[in-house]
């Protein structure tokens, strides 16, 4: 490689980082928006007066078969996590920087972000199982019916894939301080 | 370290500036004092390449092996 072409790579290197860093941004913006419209629409399906009149776009809460309270209890503790993930999916995005693209604060925050998604795929499953459990205990009932969806099941295997990519980024970190250190 | 950077001494030597070699290289005077400090994990064929080109001189004159002390 010839030194014109060698700084030419240096530039493109700079230019496409700026680039990352400005779509990180923007997909930050769309995280902080996700994580805010996660908590509105679940507390209008909540709180919302379906019998509103002239109401053209309504939240329903799916009850499932629980009492309304119990399902909105369950459903506030999913969206407060998966808003909590968002969050932290948002604040990884904001710390992209041109100068360090993978960073231990990015991963760390990275790793996060999976927890929590995990967290609120385990509860997704977990908690209407227990509700039901704990209110047929409570009503004598003999037998509970339980039905569990592959689809919630599924939704773990992104988050294996997820923890995965954090380990990438560790590697990634590595490899951006190991080029830093060269010159 | 076993490989010491003996880029000050041809500094000195050929009475040339970090300046003026860092301008020739196109690295910043900071990496190059990190390079003659040899605080750094490695030098890419390019910039050894032009750091002999400009102050003529072999990559021995600049980097030499010294083992390291048995304690």
Same mark, same amino acid.
């Given at each position: 490689?010839?030194?014109?072409?060698?700084?030419?790579?240096?530039?493109?290197?700079?230019?496409?980082?700026?680039?990352?860093?400005?779509?990180?941004?923007?997909?930050?913006?769309?995280?902080?928006?996700?994580?805010?419209?996660?908590?509105?629409?679940?507390?209008?399906?909540?709180?919302?007066?379906?019998?509103?009149?002239?109401?053209?776009?309504?939240?329903?809460?799916?009850t499932d078969g629980l009492p309304?309270a119990w399902a909105?209890s369950i459903?506030?503790a999913?969206?407060?996590?998966?808003?909590?993930?968002?969050?932290?999916?948002?604040?990884?995005?904001?710390?992209?920087?041109?100068?360090?693209?993978?960073?231990?604060?990015?991963?760390?925050?990275?790793?996060?972000?999976?927890?929590?998604?995990?967290?609120?795929?385990?509860?997704?499953?977990l908690l209407p199982a227990v509700a039901t459990l704990w209110l047929a205990?409570q009503?004598?009932?003999?037998?509970v019916?339980l039905?569990?969806?592959?689809?919630?099941?599924?939704?773990?295997?992104?988050?294996?894939?997820?923890?995965?990519?954090?380990?990438?980024?560790?590697?990634?970190?590595?490899?951006?301080?190991?080029?830093?250190?060269?010159? | 370290?076993?490989?010491?950077?003996?880029?000050? #001494?041809?500094?000195? @030597?050929?009475?040339?500036?970090?300046?003026? +070699? *860092?301008?020739?290289? %196109?690295?910043?005077?900071?990496?190059?004092?990190?390079?003659?400090?040899?605080?750094?994990?490695? #030098?890419?064929?390019? @910039?050894?390449?032009?750091?002999?080109?400009? +102050? *003529?001189?072999?990559? %021995?004159?600049?980097?030499?092996?010294?083992?390291?002390?048995?304690?």
């Open positions: 490689m010839t030194n014109r072409n060698y700084r030419n790579t240096e530039r493109n290197g700079r230019a496409t980082a700026q680039h990352i860093v400005h779509a990180a941004r923007a997909l930050a913006i769309v995280c902080w928006l996700g994580a805010l419209s996660c908590l509105v629409i679940t507390g209008a399906g909540i709180w919302a007066d379906r019998s509103a009149p002239g109401a053209t776009v309504v939240a329903i809460l799916s309304r909105a459903a506030g999913l969206a407060l996590v998966t808003c909590a993930a968002l969050v932290e999916l948002a604040r990884m995005l904001g710390r992209v920087t041109p100068d360090a693209l993978f960073s231990s604060a990015i991963t760390r925050h990275f790793r996060r972000f999976a927890a929590l998604l995990m967290a609120a795929a385990v509860l997704r499953v205990s009503s004598g009932a003999g037998s019916q039905t569990f969806s592959g689809d919630d099941l599924l939704s773990l295997l992104p988050v294996a894939v997820f923890f995965f990519v954090a380990r990438l980024f560790d590697e990634a970190a590595r490899l951006e301080d190991d080029q830093r250190s060269i010159v | 370290m076993a490989i010491v950077v003996r880029l000050d #001494v041809m500094l000195a @030597t050929r009475k040339v500036r970090s300046r003026e +070699l *860092a301008e020739f290289v %196109g690295i910043t005077e900071s990496n190059l004092s990190l390079l003659k400090s040899g605080h750094v994990r490695g #030098v890419r064929f390019e @910039t050894l390449s032009k750091i002999c080109e400009f +102050l *003529a001189c072999q990559p %021995g004159d600049l980097l030499a092996y010294v083992p390291d002390e048995e304690e």
